[in-house]
């Protein structure tokens, strides 16, 4: 499963962990600009986090080698 690398950000009611670098999903923002909708992303397996706003390069970059990877899957079958 592929983990967004960039932490999500703090809410009040969370208990703050240090150093922390894995996030609870990758925003929509992200997954737009890697040209998935929410719909291929849930079959892919990967978490949404609707709550974040932001777009991190790092996860975009991470969403299109999953996308990759799974269509060099495909095409080896």
Sequence with gaps: MVEPIVKRPHYRFEIRKKDTKVGR???LKELKEA?????????????I???????YPENVEALKKLEEQLKEKKQAQ
């Excluded at 909708?37 to 079959?43: D, I, N």
């Design 49 to 55: 986090d609707k709550r974040r706003k932001t777009s």
């Design 25 to 27: 999903g990758f925003s």
């Design 35 to 47: 040209g998935l909708t929410v719909q291929e992303a849930k079959k892919l397996g990967v978490r």
